[in-house]
DNA sequence: TCCCGAATGCTCGAACCAGAGTATATCTCG
DNA sequence: CGAGATATACTCTGGTTCGAGCATTCGGGA
């Protein structure tokens, strides 16, 4: 058999589940609804179906019965195995001990930001700065409701974190705002002569070449060589 | 022809080297590792391969030659349409205005942390926390590296961004760490005795009725009515 | 009574992705 | 000077993921 890979933590979250009580998957789904764990895990349709399936393949668990109510389409209840139930501990303790690498979209933007104009940029960046006040508010208010409901806040410390991720983003990004804005940002004379550049050009953007150029200096073919003064 | 879904980062990568110069695949992600860009976008050769396909056949990107050195295999190099250089800009543009939604695994991890008992938890964390300060350490080194060949911050601004991002996390776990050790989190008493029990009965783990009964009050089928006082 | 829309519960295909595998060329080091 | 390590440059395969689609049932209003 193959030696399952721990991809899709939507897997962990239907080994969480059935510790609680077998259910059928689309109970799982409405489940997870409930509690809002669908903030925190990327749930859809088809991969809970196909992630079921896996497990079931690789043991952790099993079908228990199969049920139909009235005349709708029949129903199959799983349950956790022992092997499952394992699984489920050491995948979890697993990801809390070792932090694993993201990549957020955002920081493959940053990566890439030069392609525009730092006027542009900084006009997108106040849009998402806009964008991310509203998010913080919305997940405050989800924690004081969850709080006034007399959820312990064990229950919902994926909220606190996520709090904490949007605090963090949205003080960098208000930070980089501002100091592309006051040219303060190290680099941004030259990036914004690059620009100002392209805008005479014909097509309006940067042009391939000037880009080129202005890599060269630290990104040489040889490898990195720093600008000789 | 499908009306592309931007969903692989990578695929603005090319579009960004592109920009600069033509490459063949291989090239590109030479200069990505050299410029380390794959630490900001997921890089692996399958991957690429497929997405410049896939740029090709939506009209993005387009063959300009294909050569061979000595008795290589034959390299295909690539150069951006028009089109793919308005889809770059287009793209940046929407993923630096607009955040998008990030499932970390952590967050997972968070909220199904009840699984375990808090000592364990506990144990966990504090190996997270020295696996993250090394993580920090190793970011900032690279950055001022970075900063000493002379590279201007405009170019390195993932890495600050993932600063930042490591930071917040840092101190998110140091506080969870110490609210559970020292007591003050909310509900940890109810949590320490659910596995207290459990830890005397034959498997040494949180029976099912246990954390189902745990839930209940705040989770009921009807949907979240608080217990009431 | 009959139709609309929401809820229930799953199926399917196409796209996507990861990473091991392949094959040659060049470099290195005793 | 030969053998292994490293670099070059893909190719293949099989699993994963997405999201639209399908079929049924139920409640409520005209």
Redesign the pocket.
């Known amino acids: 058999m193959?030696p399952?890979?721990r991809?899709?933590?939507?897997?962990l979250a239907v080994l969480a589940l059935l510790w609680e009580r077998p259910m059928?998957?689309?109970?799982m789904?409405?489940t997870l609804r409930e509690r809002r764990k669908d903030e925190s895990v990327?749930?859809?349709?088809?991969?809970?179906?196909?992630?079921v399936?896996?497990l079931v393949?690789h043991g952790l668990i099993e079908a228990a019965s199969?049920e139909r109510?009235?005349?709708?389409?029949?129903?199959?209840?799983y349950r956790l195995t022992d092997a499952g139930a394992t699984e489920a501990v050491d995948w979890l303790s697993d990801l809390l001990r070792t932090p694993v690498k993201e990549f957020p979209q955002f920081e493959a933007a940053l990566s890439f930001l030069p392609l525009l104009g730092p006027d542009d940029v900084a006009r997108l960046l106040r849009m998402r700065i806009a964008a991310l006040q509203l998010n913080v508010t919305t997940v405050d208010t989800a924690r004081e409701q969850a709080r006034a409901q007399g959820l312990p806040s064990v229950f919902v410390l994926e909220a606190d974190y996520d709090s904490a991720l949007l605090h963090a983003e949205l003080d960098f990004v208000v930070g980089l705002e501002a100091s592309i804005t006051d040219g303060t940002l190290e680099g941004v004379a030259m990036w914004r002569e690059l620009h100002a550049r392209a805008s005479g050009s014909a097509s309006g953007r940067l042009e391939p070449e000037e880009l080129a150029e202005a890599l060269a200096p630290y990104f040489t073919p040889e490898g990195a060589a720093p600008p000789t003064a």
């Not at 991809?7 to 897997?11: D, E, R």
């Not at 109510?69 to 129903?75: K, S, Y």
């Open positions: 193959a399952r890979t991809n899709n933590p939507l897997a059928h998957p689309y109970e789904s409405m990327r749930l859809n349709f088809g991969s809970l179906y196909s992630v399936d896996s393949k199969t109510e009235g005349n709708r389409p029949t129903r199959t209840v």
